[in-house]
Structures are given as C-alpha cells and as structure tokens.
C-alpha cells in the first residue's frame, strides 16, 4: 500500500519528535532505531525510507529538538523557567543542549553541526535580550549566561541531592539576576 506524501512527512515529524524525546531522556547510545521505530507507530523495516542511518537521525532529531525550544520573550521569566526543578526533571523534553552536549561532542559531523547551529541561534537570541553598552559586550553577557544556565541544569540533573540540585538552580538563577540588573 503506497502512503501518501503528506502520511510521510507526517511519520517523519513523528519520528523526529519521538526520537528527540527518546534521546533527550535516555542518551543517544541507549536508544535504538526500533525503539524509536515503534514508539513513533511504525515499523523498523521502514526506516530508512525516512534517514540514511541512525546518524542522520541523530543530526535531524537535535535540530528538530533545539528548533522547538520555547520562545525568548521575557529574558526573566524564561531564565525561571529554564532553572527550576520542573525543566530539571523533564529531560524528555528539556534543553537538548543540557541533555545531548556530551554525547554530541563524540558524535558524526551532521550531529555537532546541528548543535552548533542552534548554539550559534541561541546566543544570537540572547544576545537581542541582553542588556550592554554595544553588540560585542551583548553577546558576551549572552554566552556567559548561557553557559551558566546550562552548567546549572546539568549540575542540578547529575546531583542525587535535590536539596543541592534546587540550591544550584537557584542561586544560578540569582546571580544571573543579579549579574543582568547590574550590566
């Protein structure tokens, strides 16, 4: 039975949507393509008529996941949200970057071009937020406080010590706070 194209972007986005959660969660490594295959509804044996390989899956599953990252309106309230406990405990769906960075390092080129390229939409997003006297003192208050977000949420996610883990949202969240009210 032929599927119609429109059937077939719909399971590509399904695929892309289900593996980035999949990955996000579990890490790249621990998930396999019949996994994702029969998380999305369909079957392993069709796979490859939507990527080339798991690679190619891994790359298009990061940019898909980093494109669907919330809106930067309100610098304040997305650093709240991007540093609390509930962002802490939703790795499915949490920041790819905090989630896949360390696995993506060793990955193929697709996948760290992929995360490159929405490093490089997120500083520029950030740096449009930023408060400095000219672009260049922007984006560096952008790329440190990413850095810092970042760093919080992966310390706040590794430390079995939700007392410590919500210290290190919140007082990452302070000084960032206090760091912006001061530039």
Same mark, same amino acid.
């Given at each position: 039975?032929?599927?119609?194209? !429109? ?5 590509? @986005? ?14 790249? %490594?621990?998930?396999?393509?019949? !996994? ?16 080339? #390989?798991?690679? *190619? ?10 494109? #669907?990252?919330?809106?930067? /309106? *309100? ?13 802490? *405990?939703?790795? &499915?769906?949490?920041?790819?970057? &905090? &989630?896949?960075?360390? !696995? ?9 071009? %992929?995360?490159?390229?929405?490093? @490089? ?5 950030? #740096? ?8 260049? %003192?922007? @984006? ?19 430390? *079995?010590? !939700?007392?410590?883990?919500? %210290?290190?949202? /919140?007082?990452?969240? &302070? ?9």
């Amino acid at each position: 039975m032929r599927v119609s194209r !429109e059937q077939v972007a719909e399971n590509r @986005r399904e695929i892309l949507k289900v593996a980035g959660r999949m990955f996000r969660e579990r890490g790249v %490594e621990a998930v396999t393509v019949a !996994e994702v295959m029969q998380a999305a509804g369909l079957t392993h044996g069709g796979f490859y008529g939507y990527f080339k #390989s798991k690679d *190619d899956l891994v790359a298009q599953a990061i940019a898909g996941a980093l494109a #669907s990252a919330p809106p930067l /309106d *309100d610098l304040a309230a997305y650093m709240a949200t991007y540093l609390s406990p509930a962002h802490r *405990d939703d790795r &499915a769906r949490g920041c790819a970057v &905090a &989630a896949l960075a360390a !696995e993506t390092v060793r990955a193929p080129g697709e996948a760290r071009t %992929e995360m490159t390229a929405g490093l @490089r939409a997120q500083i520029e997003n950030l #740096s449009r937020k930023m408060p400095g006297a000219d672009e260049a %003192e922007r @984006r560096r208050t952008a790329i440190g406080s990413w850095a810092a977000m970042v760093g919080a949420l992966i310390l706040a996610r590794v430390s *079995d010590d !939700e007392a410590l883990s919500g %210290e290190v949202l /919140d007082e990452t969240r &302070a000084w960032l706070e206090g760091r912006l009210a001061t530039a």
